[in-house]
């Protein structure tokens, strides 16, 4: 901070550069979304057996400051499907109300008997299908929603289902997936669990709960825009999804810590 | 009013001991494709034409997934495109492959549902040469093969550029791998380079005239030329997905590459 | 001679509280030849009459498929059933690839439904002249719904819609507590009973003027298919096996 008020509040030119006049135009002018502001770090997810284990921490970040600590970004659609959101926070929330708008359509349009609702109710690869025409469509308007979005729950034979779609439209399954720093730092040691299809039939729920747990702590240790409260949510054949939003991180050890000199103002 | 904020503000904080910014304006400006890396390739002969693509999908240095197929069957019954004749294979931006993918399919099913037969392969191949041409100035960013079989019964293959630009080929190999496997093919399946023994020297150099090749042949050839690029191309890998189209309709073939 | 004042169009209302251009286009459904539907526990089928308009002209199209998984019989006007069936093929094949769902029947009846319907509201506009029978099976299991021009759909077990119809429809309740449980071919051959029940004392049923469509769910899952000419050659053989013999009523026995 300085003297000059009037500079107090705002990006400093000698780090961020001159303020772009570019942006928020009073003329009005439509602006697409160039980058993302407040922001959601990795969403990780692992199949098992049975189903389907996903996990994203609960903060929000604002560049580099951790701005809202208690942003939940794993969405329940309903009894099958869960979303966990990576990426800006405002776009998910731009989804969160689209599905909403979704749910409420399909809801209505039933005809039938009340009894066949749940053969009828959208299930995760129709949700994804969904999601994934509503990205691409938004890419190439230039106008991305700026997302990696990770689907989890029950296809329409009631088996695990676990998929990705990110601001490109992007899209991809595999036995377990991470989102942004997740992909580099939780991704290799979901695989070693779960290596392939095979290996998820043999995988159990507690296992699966165990190693995303593993997982979240890797990320609060080294990922700088995590935080250690987290969401976890588990989609299972024949029961209700069971989300927790207020998980806390246990057992950390920063013994580590002590050992590492040279930065700030300690004398080495 | 503008202008109060235009003016840069004296700063007397201390700075960065690194520059951080080169001069002028910092333009992050959204790029709306990327690359997810793979092979694929098609080869005719006289009455099949092979389709292969690895099945792993990459951005940058991570892997996505070990199996993304690039090969897609089109316009059959159905979402599992049951008795499908013809077979697309795209490698590039996924998403425009998929997207891609899609209108072609929907175009061969309306015209199946329209005019009670299937679409020939050369009709379809013009339609996706179309299709691909409409988007010239916004482009699928994929090298797309298209083949099947031809209304002689022999087969038929066809490759593209992004914009729509194609012709009916032997073989063609694209990708991240093209340039490993095309020259292969070239030499395997055109007898480029390949002389007729004893017949001069020099120019006098008989070229050994290509044939189509037995179906066997070609298998093989497509396992050797993906098994050599896993070992070359970083995003090459995983599994190798197979198409054969003969009079019978669409064999699919899963094998595994290496991993690593 | 006499001159209805009130069926000029179709938003006006009679004094009696009917609009007759609707009753008009229901009137045209009758002129088709006559298709009729029966569901089961598993199966749903199409069979109809197909009519050629000469000796030397090719027999009209009365049952379309429109996805994988169902189809419709139409009684009417063939080109406003082709309107319609274009548009249900688009609307399914678009269920697909925004949602890799097949298309629910009961859904894509109240799109037509309400299509329909707006053509019994707006000036200028025609009611559809075609009743349909949309038969498949979907998430919900097998399905009949009845499509009228005035925008009226219902599900049904069974029903028979086009001329002499009502001949098939009394058959049809006359059987109704055997559909539920009947399988492939007993439905098939109900099917064809009832579609014989409206022919005219000369008329027989044959591979050239029959069609059927047949499509399953669950362990007899099938995709929906179009039989014609000599495919049902031998369903038409063990359904009338007593063929030129048959006497009015023979419908009512109930056999296998």
């Known amino acids: 901070m300085n003297h000059f008020p009037h500079g107090w509040g705002r990006p400093r030119d000698d780090v961020y550069g001159a303020y772009n006049h570019a942006y928020l135009q009073p003329d009005g002018s439509k602006q697409h979304t160039q980058s993302p502001i407040v922001t959601g770090t990795s969403v990780i997810a692992v199949k098992f057996k049975d189903g389907v284990v996903i996990a994203a921490d609960n903060l929000a970040s604002y560049g580099s400051l951790a701005r809202f600590t208690d942003v939940k970004r794993l969405r329940r659609f309903n009894s099958r499907v869960v979303l966990g959101f990576g990426g800006d926070v405002s776009d998910m929330q731009h989804l969160d109300r689209l599905l909403s708008t979704l749910s409420i359509r399909e809801d209505y349009s039933s005809t039938a008997s009340e009894s066949d609702n749940a053969a009828r109710e959208l299930n995760a690869r129709n949700l994804h299908t969904y999601l994934a025409k509503v990205m691409y469509k938004r890419r190439s308007e230039f106008n991305p929603l700026w997302n990696a979005i990770l689907v989890v729950g029950l296809d329409g034979e009631s088996q695990p289902f676990l998929a990705t779609v990110d601001l490109l439209g992007t899209t991809f399954s595999a036995p377990t997936l991470a989102t942004g720093f997740g992909a580099h730092l939780a991704q290799p040691i979901l695989r070693r669990a779960v290596p392939d299809e095979a290996a998820v039939a043999e995988m159990t729920r507690e296992k699966a709960v165990g190693v995303v747990r593993e997982c979240m702590k890797v990320l609060f240790y080294r990922d700088a825009r995590s935080i250690d409260k987290y969401s976890m949510a588990v989609v299972e054949k024949e029961k209700e999804v069971e989300l927790v939003e207020d998980e806390q991180l246990e057992q950390q050890s920063w013994a580590f810590a002590e050992g590492i000199k040279g930065y700030g103002t300690q004398t080495v | 009013m503008a202008s109060v904020f235009s003016a840069s503000i004296p700063q007397e904080a201390p700075g960065y001991s690194f520059n951080h910014l080169s001069s002028g304006t910092r333009e992050h400006a959204f790029n709306p494709y990327t690359d997810n890396g793979g092979s694929t390739l098609g080869i005719s002969g006289a009455d099949f034409t092979i389709f292969a693509g690895d099945t792993r999908s990459t951005s940058g240095y991570n892997i996505n997934t070990r199996y993304a197929p690039k090969l897609f069957k089109i316009g059959g019954e159905g979402p599992s495109n049951e008795n499908a004749r013809i077979v697309l294979s795209v490698v590039g931006f996924a998403a425009d492959g998929n997207a891609l993918k899609e209108r072609l399919d929907t175009v061969v099913k309306m015209y199946k549902y329209q005019h009670g037969k299937p679409m020939t392969v050369a009709a379809c191949a013009q339609r996706l040469s179309h299709i691909l041409y409409s988007k010239r100035f916004f482009p699928y960013y994929v090298h797309a093969i298209l083949g099947g079989l031809d209304e002689d019964g022999k087969g038929a293959l066809y490759s593209y550029d992004p914009v729509g630009s194609y012709e009916r080929e032997q073989c063609r190999a694209a990708g991240s791998a093209s340039s490993l496997i095309m020259p292969f093919l070239d030499n395997q399946v055109n007898f480029k380079n390949q002389y007729v023994p004893g017949s001069g020297v020099g120019h006098a150099l008989e070229q050994r005239v290509p044939e189509p090749l037995p179906r066997k042949d070609v298998e093989q050839l497509v396992k050797d030329a993906f098994t050599s690029a896993t070992e070359r191309q970083i995003e090459v890998g995983d599994g190798l997905q197979m198409m054969t189209i003969t009079k019978d309709g669409i064999e699919e073939v899963y094998s595994p590459l290496k991993k690593d | 001679?006499?001159?209805?004042?009130?069926?000029?169009?179709?938003?006006?209302?009679?004094?009696?509280?009917?609009?007759?251009?609707?009753?008009?286009?229901?009137?045209?459904?009758?002129?088709?030849?006559?298709?009729?539907?029966?569901?089961?526990?598993?199966?749903?089928?199409?069979?109809?009459?197909?009519?050629?308009?000469?000796?030397?002209?090719?027999?009209?199209?009365?049952?379309?498929?429109?996805?994988?998984?169902?189809?419709?019989?139409?009684?009417?006007?063939?080109?406003?059933?082709?309107?319609?069936?274009?548009?249900?093929?688009?609307?399914?094949?678009?269920?697909?690839?925004?949602?890799?769902?097949?298309?629910?029947?009961?859904?894509?009846?109240?799109?037509?439904?309400?299509?329909?319907?707006?053509?019994?509201?707006?000036?200028?506009?025609?009611?559809?002249?075609?009743?349909?029978?949309?038969?498949?099976?979907?998430?919900?299991?097998?399905?009949?719904f009845e499509f009228q021009p005035s925008g009226v759909t219902q599900e049904m077990v069974a029903c028979g819609i086009g001329a002499r119809s009502q001949m098939a429809r009394t058959y049809l309740e006359r059987n109704l507590e055997q559909f539920e449980g009947s399988n492939r071919e007993e439905l098939i051959r109900h099917a064809l009973r009832a579609l014989k029940e409206s022919l005219s004392q000369d008329k027989e049923l044959t591979v050239d003027n029959t069609s059927l469509g047949v499509v399953g769910t669950g362990d007899a899952k099938e995709r929906f298919r179009l039989f014609e000419g000599t495919e049902i050659q031998s369903w038409l053989e063990t359904t009338f096996e007593n063929q030129g013999s048959t006497q009015e009523g023979e419908g009512m026995d109930v056999d296998k």
């Open chain 3, 1 to 144: 001679m006499f001159r209805n004042n009130y069926d000029n169009d179709s938003v006006t209302f009679s004094p009696q509280g009917r609009i007759f251009q609707v009753e008009y286009a229901q009137e045209a459904v009758k002129q088709g030849s006559v298709v009729v539907g029966i569901v089961s526990k598993t199966h749903a089928v199409l069979a109809a009459l197909k009519r050629n308009a000469e000796e030397l002209s090719s027999y009209q199209k009365k049952i379309i498929e429109i996805d994988t998984h169902y189809g419709i019989a139409l009684a009417g006007l063939a080109s406003d059933a082709r309107v319609l069936s274009n548009f249900m093929k688009q609307q399914s094949l678009a269920s697909r690839l925004t949602y890799d769902r097949p298309m629910q029947l009961a859904d894509i009846t109240a799109r037509i439904g309400d299509r329909a319907q707006i053509n019994t509201q707006q000036y200028g506009k025609r009611p559809y002249g075609v009743g349909l029978l949309i038969a498949g099976v979907d998430a919900t299991g097998p399905h009949l």
